[in-house]
């Protein structure tokens, strides 16, 4: 393969990983965001889990707006299918509820959504 071909090949797969660490990011901050809210609401925590709840939801507003396509509706979309994944993924860890094989076959799928909508080439 030619050394440009090689560069672009680079910078594609860096473009992506800041793509899906800011998915990452964000789901980070929106699950986080809902669950203080969650503990605020639901299970009599202090003001405070609010006011925490509240900054990482704002946060998570922001975050979409860095990822390199430049639709808005493929980027949320793309984000929903992360946002089932980490979902999963913190109830796992926080609430002790470990994925069943249909919750595994459905991230999967969510996944491969997320990889043709944001990634596929196109013109």
Known sequence: MEPTK????G?????IAQSIGLFVLA???EIGGGWLMWQWIRNGKGFRY???GAVLLVLYGVLPNFQPAPA???VYAAYGGVFVVMS???DWR???KRPDSPDLWGS???LVGVAVIMYWPRR
């Open 50 to 52: 609010a006011v925490a």
């Open 72 to 74: 808005f509706g493929r």
């Open 11 to 15: 910078t594609a797969a860096l473009a």
């Open 88 to 90: 999963l993924l913190w």
């Open 94 to 96: 926080f609430g002790g």
């Open 6 to 9: 090689w560069k672009s090949l």
């Open 108 to 110: 999967a799928l969510c």
């Open 27 to 29: 789901g980070l901050f």
